[in-house]
C-alpha cells in the first residue's frame, strides 16, 4: 500500500506537469495570436476557471514532496535531503505564482495593457512560465529520485 501511494504521488504530480506543459504549448501560443480586445474577452469568460483548475493542481503537487519529506523525517530515511530538495523546489515554483503570475494575471483582468504591450506580457509571461515548469521538473525528478530511496531502504529493511 505505501509503495501505491508513493508511486501515485509521483503520478499525480507527473499529471499536474503535463497540465503546466499543456498550457504552455497550447494555450500560450493561442492567447499570442489573439488581438488584445479577443484576449481580453477571452481571459475575462475563461480565466476564473483556468485560475482554479491551476491553483487546486498546484496546491496538490506542492504538497506531493512536502509529504514525502515529512514521512522521511518520521522514518528517519536516508531519502529525506532528496525529498528536502524536492520541497524546496515545489516551493520555489509557488512563489512564482506570488512574484509574477499573480500580478500579470491580474493585470490580464484590467486589461490594462495595449495591443503591442500585450504582445510583449505574453512573451514575459511564457518565458515565467517556462523557467516554472523546469522548477517543477527539477522538483519532481528528485521527488522520484526520493521514492526510489524509500522504496529501496523499505526492500533492506531499513
Not at 506542492?62 to 516551493?91: E, G
Not at 517543477?136 to 523499505?154: A, G, H, M, R
Request: aromatic share 18%.
Amino acid at each position: 500500500m505505501k509503495r501505491f501511494l508513493l508511486y501515485s504521488s509521483i503520478a499525480i504530480f507527473s499529471i499536474f506537469i503535463g497540465s503546466q506543459i499543456t498550457e504552455g504549448v497550447l494555450l500560450v501560443p493561442y492567447w499570442k495570436s489573439l488581438p488584445s480586445s479577443d484576449f481580453y474577452s477571452y481571459y475575462t469568460q475563461f480565466g476564473p476557471s483556468i485560475g482554479r483548475f491551476y491553483t487546486i493542481l498546484t496546491i496538490v503537487a506542492a504538497l506531493i514532496p512536502v509529504s514525502v519529506l515529512i514521512y522521511c523525517k518520521l522514518i528517519n530515511s536516508q531519502a529525506f535531503k532528496l525529498a528536502l530538495s524536492s520541497s524546496f523546489f515545489a516551493i520555489l515554483f509557488i512563489a512564482c505564482f506570488y512574484i509574477y503570475f499573480k500580478g500579470a494575471n491580474e493585470s490580464f483582468y484590467q486589461a490594462s495593457f495595449s495591443d503591442i504591450e500585450l504582445k510583449k506580457e505574453l512573451v514575459t509571461w511564457s518565458y515565467w512560465h517556462w523557467g516554472r515548469v523546469i522548477l517543477e521538473c527539477i522538483s519532481l525528478i528528485l521527488l522520484i529520485f526520493s521514492v526510489i530511496k524509500i522504496d529501496e531502504n523499505s526492500n533492506n529493511g531499513n
